[in-house]
């Protein structure tokens, strides 16, 4: 028998404060998520102008370059839309777009019509051609034509390739000329300011090199404007995107989620109230498209769903997921059938069993139910459903047999370890593993890892599947507590090389976050759950030979 440690005479009561613990919060938890928060209202229902594009339903994107959005589609859009936006901000010419000014004046609606420029010479000229053409047609509808959108940022075309298209659309209109890019590629290209009528400029402070929290982001985009103003007098400055995605990561203390969505529009809503200045919101309707280039947060800009329904109201309380007690009622389902699974083959007595299996059952539901709400928001395709429903499956596998194991532990008597039988070396296909659990832990330190590399690298657009790890890295932390007055054996060599990445990884995560992600916090510390237990029990097994 090893030598007793602080940790191992105290493991039985911290084993069930952490079980406790995850089930509250659990229910925490989803009990945030549907209470309504308070939010100042809004003056107005009605938005001066926002960014649209119809490519919302399933399939579509502007990418596919055989698209073409029907008239009749556009014109209901544009008819539902005209009843908040007095007008539309588009973004190119082609696949439909271009009906756009004809459609809108026949609603009493502006547009900016927006000519897409990037590296094709050929595409360009077609853009150019066709925004010129608009221009004389529809000539009184349009408030705009923004010739070439975030140009600069993507390092598509030169200062002077882009000073040129926007000169020859200039000089063969007299509707009001423009180019839109974040606040920031104005000051790095100044110049650009001479070729323009006015500028406009796209301040989502969401998406800053350092993000702003959803509680000081209006005052952000007030200051960035000021010094805009200040930077370039005499010119004037339109706000041409703004806005806050109701789903996706947290970027350091900014939080996507609906209620901050619905925070910001009505923030700044109030701010633009006060001052005279023409700006544009991004963006009318949610374009699932964007996933593939920004992540889940893509995706979730717009003021209405892709079903073109509002998102949230423009007064009175927001809640953030509405469905929250029915992740509730899964925890509750799942705690009764791990009591049912927990009976079959059990070897304990007593009522302790029975109540870890009930919390450990409750805290498994409301955990998948968190990931299943993620993989409603971040799936894009049938493969990502599919490799998120099996991981999900797994987890709940891995949830069951912990949970047994840990009940049998937690019910048995204290003095286990006494009576314990020595651990015995398995194999299976020439690996030597060192107890029945290590497949399914080898298993999920993979998969951890992985994913805490991805994170680290190139995590910029990447979700933290919370709901998910909590089910085997609390699991395993549990199970490792309860064994810490038994015999152990090495751990896989494998093991400990993960268990060292995924520790060292969860706090260069936190670092990236600058410590202001509540979220990154909680990835690490699932991480040292997974880890801990690996490296103490390599410690262990170290000093006893």
Not at 354 to 366: E, K, S, Y
Not at 479 to 501: G, K, N, S
């Amino acid at each position: 028998m090893p030598p007793q440690t602080a940790l191992a005479r105290f493991a039985r009561p911290l084993a069930w404060i952490v079980l406790v613990a995850a089930a509250v919060f659990g229910a925490g938890y989803w009990y945030l998520l549907g209470r309504p928060v308070a939010l100042p209202d809004s003056p107005t229902a009605k938005i001066a102008c926002v960014s649209y594009a119809p490519f919302r339903l399933k399939g579509e994107t502007p990418f596919d370059i055989n698209a073409v959005i029907p008239p009749e589609r556009i014109e209901a859009d544009l008819k539902a839309l005209s009843q908040r936006f007095d007008c539309v901000r588009t973004y190119s010419m082609g696949q439909g777009l271009g009906a756009v000014p004809d459609i809108a004046g026949r609603y009493g609606m502006k547009v900016l019509m927006g000519i897409w420029l990037g590296r094709d010479p050929k595409a360009n000229e077609r853009e150019v051609a066709l925004g010129i053409a608009a221009a004389k047609r529809d000539h009184d509808t349009l408030r705009g034509v923004v010739v070439g959108n975030e140009v600069m940022l993507r390092g598509e075309l030169s200062e002077k390739e882009l000073a040129g298209y926007i000169k020859r659309v200039n000089d063969a209109t007299d509707v009001p000329v423009t180019y839109a890019d974040v606040w920031e590629f104005w000051l790095k290209h100044p110049a650009l300011a001479k070729a323009t009528d006015y500028l406009t400029i796209h301040i989502l402070p969401y998406w800053e090199d350092d993000p702003v929290a959803p509680e000081k982001a209006v005052r952000h985009v007030a200051d960035v404007y000021q010094r805009m103003k200040h930077e370039f007098p005499g010119k004037e400055i339109m706000i041409g995107e703004t806005g806050w995605p109701s789903q996706g990561r947290t970027r350091q203390s900014a939080s996507a989620s609906l209620v901050n969505e619905a925070r910001y529009m009505r923030d700044f809503l109030n701010y633009a109230a006060t001052v005279d200045m023409p700006y544009n919101v991004i963006e009318a309707f949610d374009q699932p498209w964007k996933r593939d280039l920004e992540g889940t947060m893509g995706g979730y800009w717009g003021i209405f769903d892709v079903d073109a329904k509002p998102k949230f109201a423009m007064t009175g309380p927001v809640v953030e997921e509405p469905r929250w007690a029915g992740a509730i009622g899964i925890g509750a389902l799942m705690a009764v059938a791990f009591v049912a699974l927990g009976a079959m083959g059990r070897r304990w007595q007593g009522a302790r069993g029975w109540v870890a299996l009930l919390l450990a059952g409750f805290a498994t539901g409301t955990a998948l139910a968190a990931h299943a709400r993620l993989l409603l928001f971040a799936c894009r395709d049938n493969l990502e459903w599919a490799v998120g429903i099996v991981v999900g499956v797994l987890a709940l596998f891995t949830a069951v047999s912990l949970a047994k194991a840990i009940a049998s532990r937690l019910a048995a008597p204290v003095n286990l370890a006494a009576t314990a039988p020595p651990p015995v070396e398995r194999r299976r296909l020439g690996v030597a593993y060192s107890d029945a659990f290590t497949p399914q832990r080898f298993f999920w330190m993979f998969v951890l890892g992985l994913w805490a590399v991805l994170m680290v690298f190139n995590g910029r657009y990447r979700d933290f599947p919370i709901g998910l790890f909590a089910v085997p890295c609390i699991g395993f932390f549990l199970l490792w507590l309860l064994r810490t007055r038994e015999d152990v054996l090495m751990p896989l060599v494998e093991e400990r090389v993960l268990a060292l990445v995924i520790a060292v990884l969860g706090v260069a995560v936190v670092v990236q976050e600058t410590g202001a992600n509540v979220v990154s916090w909680g990835w690490m510390l699932l991480g040292f759950a997974m880890a801990v237990p690996v490296l103490a029990t390599w410690r262990r097994a170290s000093r006893r030979r």
